[in-house]
């Protein structure tokens, strides 16, 4: 702040200049603090991509440009930071599975308005994030349309079952600017979306879901792909992370090695199937005390939500014939909600939230585990992936 300058004057300065979203600054400028104060420290490979705030006229010219005004929390949250530079990794979050890439930067305004949609059933949207790797992105709504609310923020997902191409479903992630931005802000510096390899992995850890069976811990977080989802028809795909852990002041000969792993799957229909195979994503792993193993797999299903339970079996490395079980503790995966499109309203009378039980389950290998590196786009670029348990 500059000391020889009255405070009048500074305040008639910033209030000219910011005095329409001084129902927004607070709360933004705090968050976005928050946010950088936790990538110098954990990502800072990330603070070089962003941006400068933009300028009220640019704001104003890009209004002129799209033809609709755009929300005052967006605005005010721009002229702080104007998003980020075109990079990998995302500043809204990263997801890998080993044959699927997901990473999301926040798109500049000006980005923004070259990706402004006006075809029928995105009509009025605006992009707000954008990934190289799937071409997805999340949308905010600037006018109330097609179904949707004013501010909506969504992934749009096209009907897969309509013939009109304008039939797109929406699975809504926000219903404001500010919202959106400072809940996700709100779980990164509260640590409840892991950093890996210097990103931010939006997978989510109910702190209930950890089991100890004697000097092992296992506890599971999960994370939505909407890229891989869709409502019609119903397919809902979810990966999960689980962490097994032996405790530093576990005796030497408690070691041992997971042999299999046995897994109950209840949906919302109440239907029950059990799976049981060897080992987890092809690996046998041995624990130690202190050893941590983590590995990552993934699940589709066709009801709106489902949960999985299950146990690990192990042997004693001294003693092979000491073979016991290890509890894995039920974990939830929870569609989050969607609105379909107007098309389909307008012309059924089926209510969206019966969806008929259309998954298939092959017997699979179960070869999906987390990383970054060996990403075949090909496979990516597929809607559907087979179920992984």
């Known amino acids: 702040m500059q000391s020889d300058v009255p405070w009048r004057s500074l305040f008639r300065q910033y209030y000219c200049d910011l005095g329409r979203y001084i129902e927004h600054y607070a709360v933004l400028k705090a968050a976005w603090d928050q946010l950088k104060a936790f990538l110098q420290q954990r990502c800072p490979r990330m603070i070089a991509s962003l941006k400068e705030g933009a300028k009220e006229e640019e704001l104003d010219v890009i209004e ?56 029928k059933g995105m009509r009025h949207c605006l992009p707000l994030t954008f990934c190289f790797h799937t071409g997805l992105s999340q949308y905010l709504s600037l006018e109330k349309t097609e179904g949707r609310q004013l501010s909506d923020i969504f992934y749009h997902c096209p009907d897969q079952m309509a013939q009109d191409p304008s039939a797109i479903d929406m699975f809504i992630t926000g219903s404001s600017f500010s919202e959106w931005f400072t809940s996700y802000v709100n779980n990164v510096v509260k640590g409840e979306y892991p950093i890996i390899r210097d990103q931010i992995f939006r997978y989510v850890h109910d702190k209930q879901c950890v089991a100890r069976t004697g000097d092992i811990t296992v506890s599971v977080s ?42 109950k799957i209840t949906n919302a229909s109440g239907n029950i199937e059990e799976v049981r195979g060897p080992g987890v994503v092809g690996e046998f792993p041995v624990m130690t005390p202190g050893k941590v193993h983590e590995y990552a797999s993934c699940t ?61 389950d092959g017997d699979y290998p179960d070869d999906y585990e987390e990383g970054l590196g060996g990403i075949n786009m090909a496979a990516a670029e597929g809607r559907h992936c087979p179920r992984h348990i």
């Open 64 to 119: 002129s440009q799209i033809g609709c005004k755009l929300p005052d929390d967006y605005r005010c949250s721009y002229r702080i930071h104007n998003g980020q530079k075109l990079v990998v990794p995302g500043l809204m979050g990263s997801m890998a599975l080993s044959n699927h890439y997901r990473s999301e930067d926040l798109l500049d305004v000006e980005t923004a308005a070259g990706g402004f949609q006006q075809r």
């Open 222 to 263: 999960t994370s939505f792909l909407p890229e891989l989802s869709s409502v019609h028809p119903p397919h809902f795909f979810f990966t999960y992370r689980i962490r097994i852990e032996m405790c530093s002041d576990a005796l030497p000969e408690e070691a041992c090695q997971l042999d299999s792993r046995y897994w």
């Open 300 to 360: 589709t299903f066709s009801t709106t939500w489902e949960y999985m339970e299950g146990h690990y079996t192990f042997h004693r490395l001294a003693n092979k014939e000491e073979v016991f079980h290890v509890v894995i503790p039920r974990f939830h995966m929870v569609c989050p909600p969607f609105r379909e499109s107007v098309v389909r309203s307008q012309g059924s009378t089926n209510d969206s939230s019966r969806l008929n039980d259309d998954d298939s």
